[in-house]
Every structure is written in C-alpha cells, then in structure tokens.
C-alpha cells in the first residue's frame, strides 16, 4: 500500500530543486564568437575571463580545417571501438604525442574524461592516492570513481607534508593486495592551480615520488599551449620528459575546441585504450572538433608567437594590476586572480565591471573557499595593448567607486 508520505515523495524532491536553483545567478548569453571581445545583450564587452589564452575560439585557420573536414567527412563519428575510429583521430593523438614530446597519447571527450580514464583505469579499491589538497574537482572525483580506501591528502603545494604521506603510503602498502598484486602508488597533482595560477613544484614531486617507488600524474589543462618551450606545458617547462608517468591535458582551453587527452609510455597508453570505459563506453570527438585541433598543433608547432604574446600581455596586465594597488595573489602564469574576499563585493565588482563593458565574472565558493572570493582575469593573445588598458582603466574606475584600491 502506498501512503500519502510515498505520494508526496516526487513533489517533495521538484519543490527542494525549486529552491536550490531560485538562488543561482544565471549567467550571460553569449552571441558572438569568443575572441578579445564578445557580444551579450547586443553590446560589445572586452573578454577577460575566458580560458581561450591563445585566442583559437575564432582562429580563421581552425575554422577552415573544421569545415574543410565537414564537407569530406561529415560531422558524427562513433564508438571508437565499435565504429568511430576516424583517421583524424589517430592524427590527433599523433600530433599531440610528437608535441608533448611523449611516447603516445590517447584523446577523450574532455579533460574531466580524461583524469577519470587516467586514475580510475589503474587504481582500485586497495592501492593508495595522494593528491594536492587543492586539486581540480575532476580529480576529486576520478579519486572516487577509483573507489580507493586510502587517499592520503598533502597540504597544497608542501613537499614535506607530501613526504609524510608518500611514508604513510609505503607503510600501509606493506599489507599485501587480496589478488596477491603489487599495490599502486599514485601521486597527483594539477600542473597549474587554476584559481591561483600557481604552479607545482613537479621536480621536487618526481623526485619524492622516484623515492618511494609512487607513480606521478600531472593535470595539465593550464599549461598546455602556455607553459613550457612552444605552450608544450609543464613537463616540458621543468625538463621532466619522460620522468612523469601520466600527464593529462584538456583541449578546451588553451586550444579552444573540446575534449581531453592522456600522455605516457605506449604501453599504458595502449592499456588505456584497452581498459578506461570512458574511452570504452564513450562516444569520440566529432569530425570538425578533431580537425581544428589537429590545425591548433600545427600552428603551435609552427612558432611561438602567440605563446609569446600571451605571456608578454599576462606581465603588463599584472604589473599594472599592481601599480594600481590590486592584490593580484602569487600566480605564475596568466591566470591574474584579482582578490576580492567578500563574496558581495566581488559581485558588485564584476557587475561595474559588465556596466563599463569589462566581461570578468566572480568567483566565488564552492569554486575558491569561503573569504577568497575574486575576479580571476584571464588575458589571452589575441588582445591588443589597447585592449589591456581599456580593462585596466575599468578595473581602476571601478576599483576606486567601490574602495577596493
Ligand atoms: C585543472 C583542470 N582539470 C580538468 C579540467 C576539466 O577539463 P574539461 O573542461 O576539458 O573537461 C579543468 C577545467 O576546468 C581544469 O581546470
């Protein structure tokens, strides 16, 4: 017999939903491409927080390769195991393993996709992760997914703290696994914090991790196209070829398309292939999603003038920041998080900003803990120095207006 309670239960669970989602702020429709500028509300506002850092969103040469690979091949591709496994993804992953400077590679459908095939295809319930403690969400959840009893958590960034946990570790691997199997070790952390834009002291990881015999994996989706000789990221940046194990990167931002890719010896890119059941039970990229990417390799390849532009645009951004009297944090790369704790003001900041048609939204918890509100500007190459000052001189009008500076 179903009582009243039971009846109730679906009008309960849509009213709860009700509430949670009155008290979200529903963002801006964009109707423009996203390059320096972009339209919302049929105004034109500078782009100062989007993760496009080299400005392919609206690079004419991705377009072409796009609708070039339309018109030959169509749009949809399939299962890659089943049906899907289109030659230009195999391009892909060539071109992006030549870049990186690794063995091979192995393309998702996104970077989250990405560190969830790389940790939750080699860890399970009996190995140990240790992961920084202000780790990207995706791969908090990987961890989860990996259903893995012992995650030891280090303070961010602190490689003693990481040594007592890599010790912990290799203690509690003394206990031998059910299936009599060598027990895993994995270090992980992300390459660029994408908050702060600070950066992991990789060598000193790797080192640690050498040790005491723990595998490493770097979540490099800020540093790919930014970091290191040619935006090659951060392994490359720190001269680490081939001393990290699995290095995990996203295509959706600084290469401005969608989807996620692993790096590593062959061998384990293979297994990758043979194992993750994100790639397994997944669909692959489409076809003009794949051949821009393919043409964002080649440019990079070509030279590194737009990485170069990138960085000198991140240095004059950050130094006038300062001059102003902005508390721009201690990011080492573009990300320039501009401080602003109190969650309101960020607001009200952001929405001066939007009035003096400056795009840069708030960030603000769960994204960054309670107190560490902030607008996170992102400069990319595709602003001219007269971009950079048109958003200098809002941020220092509004700045003023709301004694922030
Ligand atoms: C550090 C980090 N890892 C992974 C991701 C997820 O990448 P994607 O958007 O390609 O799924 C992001 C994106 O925000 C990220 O910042």
């Not at 609206?58 to 049906?83: C, D, E, F, H």
């Not at 952390?189 to 702060?196: A, I, K, P």
């Not at 393919?294 to 645009?313: P, Q, T, Y």
């Not at 500007?377 to 001189?393: C, E, F, N, T």
Request: aromatic share 8%; proline share 3%; glycine share 8%.
């Amino acid at each position: 017999m179903i009582s009243a309670q039971d009846m109730d239960r679906r009008a309960t669970f849509y009213k709860k939903i009700e509430e949670e989602i009155s008290k979200a702020k529903i963002p801006h429709v964009i109707d423009s491409g996203e390059g320096a500028y972009l339209t919302i509300n049929g105004k034109n506002k500078l782009n100062f927080c989007s993760s496009h850092y080299l400005g392919f969103a609206v690079n004419p040469r991705l377009a072409q390769a796009a609708s070039n690979a339309v018109y030959k091949y169509g749009i949809g591709t399939g299962y890659r195991t089943l049906a899907g496994n289109h030659r230009l993804h195999l391009e892909l992953e060539e071109v992006l393993a030549r870049f990186k400077k690794a063995e091979a590679a192995i393309v998702l459908t996104g970077g989250y996709m990405a560190n969830c095939a790389a940790i939750s295809t080699i860890i399970g319930k009996e190995d140990i992760v240790i992961s920084d403690e202000l780790n990207h969400a995706s791969i908090i959840d990987a961890i989860r997914l990996s259903q893995v009893k012992n995650k030891l958590i280090y303070k961010h960034l602190d490689i003693s703290d990481l040594e007592n946990k890599l010790k912990e570790a290799v203690e509690l691997a003394k206990a031998p696994k059910s299936d009599g199997q060598t027990l895993l070790i994995l270090v992980i952390t992300d390459g660029v914090f994408s908050m702060d834009g600070d950066l992991a002291p990789l060598p000193e990881i790797v080192r640690l991790a050498h040790e005491y015999g723990a595998l490493t994996m770097v979540d490099d989706a800020h540093g790919e196209g930014v970091l290191g000789n040619g935006g090659r990221g951060i392994v490359d940046h720190f001269g680490l070829h081939g001393q990290v194990d699995i290095e995990v990167g996203t295509l959706s931002k600084a290469f401005s398309v969608i989807g996620g890719f692993i790096t590593g010896k062959k061998e384990l890119i293979t297994f990758y292939k043979q194992k993750s059941r994100q790639y397994l039970f997944s669909n692959a990229l489409t076809i003009p999603d794949t051949a821009a990417l393919i043409e964002a390799v080649k440019i990079l390849e070509e030279s590194d003038e737009l990485v170069k532009k990138l960085w000198d645009n991140a240095k004059y951004l950050k130094s006038e920041f300062a001059r102003l009297g902005f508390d721009t944090g201690h990011s080492k790369t573009p990300i320039t998080p501009v401080m602003i704790p109190d969650e309101e003001k960020a607001r009200e900041f952001s929405a001066s900003l939007f009035e003096l048609d400056v795009f840069a939204t708030p960030i603000v918890f769960p994204m960054v803990a309670k107190g560490k509100a902030r607008i996170r500007v992102i400069p990319s190459a595709s602003h001219s120095r007269q971009d950079l000052d048109k958003g200098i001189a809002a941020f220092e009008k509004a700045g003023k207006d709301l004694n922030i500076i």
